[in-house]
Nanobody
Framework: HVQLVESGGGSVQAGGSLRLSCVAS????????MSWFRQPPGKEREGVAT???????TYADSVKGRFTISKDKADNTLYLQMNSLKPEDTGLYYC??????????????????RGQGTQVTVS
């Protein structure tokens, strides 16, 4: 069983930056994929960025060039650097982890373990 705890959310003005962190604890598989998802107010959950078990990184089109996902395996921590934030980036951001391989993990917000999320508000 994996526990995920996100932090780093907050309120920023458009054009600002935030860095989200997600610490994984518990039983950590030797190989696993992790993703960031978000749920905008009144909308469905959507994928933001994925780093899969072989290191391949995928971004949603809406965040390409602005967000950067990274993982510190030594600390079991996933990061999301968010720059040039826009109001449409507002939402509850949460991380996900799975030891199963999905070629379309970014489109699967319901798979794997999930944290409680951290709120990002851009005005």
């Amino acid at each position: 069983h994996v526990q995920l705890v996100e932090s780093g959310g907050g309120s920023v003005q458009a054009g600002g930056s935030l860095r989200l962190s997600c610490v994984a604890s518990g039983y950590i598989p030797s190989k696993y994929s992790m993703s960031w998802f978000r749920q905008p107010p009144g909308k469905e959950r959507e994928g933001v960025a994925t780093i899969d078990m072989d290191g391949t990184i995928t971004y949603a089109d809406s965040v390409k060039g602005r967000f950067t996902i990274s993982k510190d395996k030594a600390d079991n921590t996933l990061y999301l650097q968010m720059n040039s934030l826009k109001p449409e980036d507002t939402g509850l951001y949460y991380c996900s982890a799975t030891s199963l391989y999905y070629s379309d993990y970014l489109s699967r917000p319901d798979v794997g373990y999930r944290g409680q999320g951290t709120q990002v508000t851009v005005s």
